[in-house]
């Protein structure tokens, strides 16, 4: 009896790595993109050593909001394209919407329909320890030049948000600041 | 410990008694549950064992972690992705080999729970770092709990319920969001608190308390580890410092019997931990005057002196040399607040006096432990020291490789001590 629970267990372990594994590459894979216009920084922790926190300009947007109800936090973000597939985010709501232009996120309170901050979920990024400092200082170095093009590039489906990619002036970091293929 | 070394001398050499019919075996029999019971009463040493193979597993589980988290980015999405599953699968597989060979071994059974718990957080880390998930705290802990709760129940591990209790309920300041898991290890608590008295509840009780009791410290002090300087109140530190010495000298007064002593063990832990924080430079400049309802305080404190010297006056003389240390932290709390004004040369002296004062502390547990012979002191005081030095070892900046190293080193360590010192106990030496 217990060599089956034990097995069970095992398995169940295994097929929520899985699941997990699964999910987020078939957001990866048919996922719509969407661009965030990007401020990232270096943060250091002891647990995660270093890596990239993003802060994007669309968080600082003040949307409509529908305060909600009970206390449950998650709310909805609602996002529309630019004409240069930028993101806009264009109302946070409680209420679950119908389109697919849209991805879960945690508000912190909410009163007389102002809401308090909000963070985006896809905010961390992770890569080569050495390459975070450089990142960083790549993208103040781009601030300098005219009309810099730093977004990150996440893909939407189903409420779910995938990082997929960050480009500091169009350049990718998961490709350790090469250009940007041309597609 | 010379009749332990004995004892198992003579349970070896019965075989041959039996061959060469100077005995038979009912008596062969008789002789082994006579002699079987007085080994059985050293059992407690049990514990330093447990707790030594605990210690080491997370420490070698975090090395490993720390070299793969370094080659991360040299190694393809694919790649990355096995190697995610790669130690849970691990773990699983040295799990699988535990049920079959090892069911009977607590320290086994126990630190391959705390084994399976680590690498299973170590594979959602991994595929939350590939795919740049943004670490949601309470819902990856809670999910890892949840996937716990069978092993818990299949090795019977309290160090599991411990771990996976201890960081998931502070973590929810309403209990409604971690009622799954709570209610999950409820028959689990039930079981092992019928008996109040075993090593099994004593051990659980305490784990608990010191986890969820690191877990609030942790939050509430992280920025001594990140920045290396706390937020305490100089004033707070005496009134905490004289508390915890006074319960410390009830519970050797008035609670110690059948040697369970609790309160003696939550004056002993809360001294260790506010003295462990105290080796963090302070910066805050809270002083008496500024201090909030001073005067109830004032009040408290002097009646908490008086009191404390009573108990101590009373048994001083079965005092030991550790015991006198956890004395002394009020007093070095004291000549902080005398001496500190804003010079940083004072503070540099009180921050050496303080992490003196803690090595000081950790040594002289461990004295007491070999002088008593017994090792759960010994553990205590090397947990302390180790402890000092992984606090010491993160706030330096170095590489994950060097970091992960070290860990490995000092786990493999641990491990070595715990099989030296059961070796050494199996010939019934002193250490």
Redesign the interface.
């Known amino acids: 009896m ?2 089956i ?2 097995l ?3 398995f ?3 097929a ?3 699941y ?2 699964f999910t ?2 078939a957001i ?1 894979k048919t996922g719509e993109q969407y661009k965030f216009k990007v401020r990232p920084i270096d943060p ?3 647990f ?2 270093r890596y990239l926190t993003l802060a994007f300009e669309e968080e600082q947007a003040n949307p409509i909001y529908d305060c909600p109800k009970n ?1 449950n936090n998650k709310s909805f973000a609602i996002i529309t394209k630019d004409k240069n597939d930028f993101a806009q985010l264009q109302k946070i709501t409680n209420i679950k919407p119908k389109e697919n232009n849209y991805f879960e996120l ?1 508000t912190n309170y909410c009163q007389h329909k102002i809401l308090g901050n909000f ?1 985006f ?9 050495t ?1 975070a400092k450089k990142t960083e200082e790549d993208y103040k170095e781009s601030l300098k030049i005219k009309n810099n093009n730093s977004y990150a590039l996440v893909r939407i489906q189903g409420g779910k948000a ?2 997929e990619d960050l480009y500091i002036n169009d350049k990718s970091v998961n490709n350790n600041l090469q250009e940007k293929p041309k597609i | 410990m010379k009749d332990i070394k004995q004892i198992n001398w003579l349970l070896k050499e019965l075989p041959n008694l039996v061959k060469v019919g100077i005995l038979n075996e009912d008596k062969v029999k008789e002789i082994e549950n006579h002699y079987k019971l007085q080994l059985e009463s050293h059992k407690p040493l049990n514990l330093a064992f447990i707790i030594f193979a605990i210690i080491g597993v997370i420490f070698i589980g975090g090395g490993i972690l720390s070299i793969i ?2 080659n ?3 190694i393809n999405k694919e790649f990355k ?1 096995v190697l ?2 790669l130690p ?2 691990i773990a ?1 597989l040295i ?2 080999f535990v ?1 079959k060979k090892k069911m009977e071994s607590i320290a086994w059974r126990e630190s391959m729970s705390v084994f399976l718990f680590i690498c ?1 957080a170590a ?2 880390t991994l ?1 939350g ?8 705290y309470s819902s990856f802990i809670l ?1 890892l709990g949840l ?1 716990s709760l ?2 818990i ?2 090795f019977r591990s309290s160090a599991l319920v411990a771990l996976s209790s201890g960081f998931i309920i502070p973590c929810f300041s ?1 209990i409604e969001n971690s009622i799954i898991f709570v209610i999950g290890i409820c028959p689990f608590l039930y079981k092992v608190f019928q008996n109040k008295y075993s090593p099994s509840s004593y051990f659980l009780s305490i784990a608990m308390s010191v986890l969820w009791l690191f877990n609030e410290m942790f939050w509430t002090f992280s920025s001594c ?2 920045h290396n300087y706390c937020e305490i109140n100089k004033f707070g530190k005496i009134i905490n410092g004289i508390c915890f010495v006074f319960l410390f000298f009830v519970g050797t007064l008035y609670f110690n019997d059948n040697k369970k002593h609790p309160l003696r063990i939550i004056g002993a832990l809360g001294l260790f931990f506010t003295s462990y924080l105290s080796v963090f430079k302070s910066t805050q400049i809270s002083n008496i005057s500024n201090y909030p309802a001073i005067s109830f305080n004032i009040v408290f404190l002097i009646l908490m002196v008086i009191g404390t010297i009573y108990l101590i006056k009373t048994v001083s003389s079965d005092l030991f040399i550790s015991e006198w240390c956890l004395l002394v932290y009020p007093i070095v709390a004291l000549i902080e607040i005398l001496i500190i004004k804003s010079s940083s040369t004072q503070s540099f002296l009180i921050s050496t006096l303080y992490n003196l004062y803690f090595l000081l502390l950790a040594v002289s547990i461990i004295i007491k432990g070999n002088n008593t012979k017994e090792l759960n002191i010994i553990a205590t005081g090397s947990f302390l020291i180790t402890l000092y030095i992984i606090t010491k070892f ?1 706030s330096i ?1 170095s ?2 490789i060097t970091k992960g190293l070290i860990c490995i080193l000092i786990g493999a360590c641990f491990l070595g001590f715990n099989f030296y010192m059961k070796k050494t106990i199996e010939r019934g030496e002193k250490i």
């Open positions: 217990k060599k629970a034990l069970i267990a095992c169940l372990q295994i929520f790595l899985i997990l594994i987020n590459q990866l250091y922790n002891i995660k050593g206390s945690k963070k979920p896809f905010n961390e990024f992770y890569l080569q320890e390459m995938v990082l | 988290a370094f991360w980015s040299a992705t995610a599953l849970t699968l699983q799990g699988w049920f299973l594979s959602i595929i770092q590939i795919y740049h998930l943004a670490s949601d999910s996937m069978p092993i129940y299949i309403n580890v990140d993160i900046q590489d994950l």
